[in-house]
């Protein structure tokens, strides 16, 4: 596809429940990002990959969270046993292997754990 | 937790003025980088300017870079009603870590 693309672009689920989020990126990008956004912040970085392994996970908040990207395009973000302090735009982006390149974003997922 | 803080985090003006934002971060960098966020959803990439550069000009966009100070500015010259959106400065921190850091953003409206 043209840019980089999210599903579901909405998921509404309940507190305790598991959901995954699903990032398609730029055809040709190896790099992928994971960033998490709360209402009225800047994004916040979760984790990076470089082809199929995650090369920084620092930004996960805890082991309830995890991400892969097993042939190093699509990439499934997984939140196990949710929080209300969960709910937040998932964004995922995508670049050109290197330091300092542009990362292009995706629409986002808007997580609301009820 | 964020690398830098815009400023004013809301700024309202009349179309056809300029608007200029304001950006402080905290470590050494490579670049940094101006993205626009429409409706809280996904970041448009604006501008990106080099640690050894001092000003970048693209379109309306003027972006200036003072490295003693740690800090940045965007300016939108001739502002328009479709201008209106969320603008963050990003910067690439710690040597080769790759991921970016946001700063909490400058809202914007540009009234017609």
């Known amino acids: 596809g043209a840019g980089v693309s999210q599903t579901p672009s909405n998921k509404v689920t309940e507190k305790g429940k598991y959901v995954e989020l699903r990032c398609d990126p730029i055809?040709?990008?190896?790099?992928l990002y994971w960033y998490r956004q709360s209402l009225g912040q800047g994004p916040e970085f979760l984790i990076y990959?470089?082809?199929?392994?995650?090369?920084?996970d620092s930004g996960l908040p805890n082991d309830r969270f995890f991400a892969v990207r097993p042939e190093g395009s699509v990439s499934t973000l997984k939140i196990q046993r949710t929080e209300r302090g969960d709910s937040a735009v998932y964004l995922c982006?995508?670049?050109?292997?290197?330091?300092?390149?542009?990362?292009?974003f995706g629409p986002g997922t808007r997580l609301t754990v009820l | 937790s964020q690398q830098g803080e815009e400023d004013p985090q809301a700024l309202s003006i009349q179309e056809g003025e300029n608007a200029t934002m304001n950006c402080s971060y905290k470590?050494?960098?490579?670049?940094l980088q101006w993205y626009r966020q429409n409706s809280g959803r996904g970041l448009v990439h604006l501008i990106l300017?080099?640690?050894?550069?001092r000003e970048k000009h693209s379109g309306r966009l003027r972006v200036t870079l003072d490295t003693s100070k740690k800090s940045s500015s965007l300016l939108i010259t001739a502002s328009r009603a479709a201008d209106t959106a969320s603008y963050f400065c990003?910067?690439?921190?710690?040597?080769?870590?790759?991921?970016?850091?946001f700063g909490s953003g400058t809202r914007l409206q540009v009234q017609p």
């Open positions: 055809s040709g990008h190896t790099a």
């Open positions: 470590t050494s960098i490579n670049n």
């Open positions: 300017i080099r640690s050894n550069e």
């Open positions: 990003a910067t690439y921190g710690p040597t080769g870590r790759r991921a970016l850091t």
């Open positions: 990959f470089q082809g199929t392994g995650a090369a920084d």
């Open positions: 982006a995508s670049s050109l292997a290197g330091v300092g390149n542009e990362q292009f």
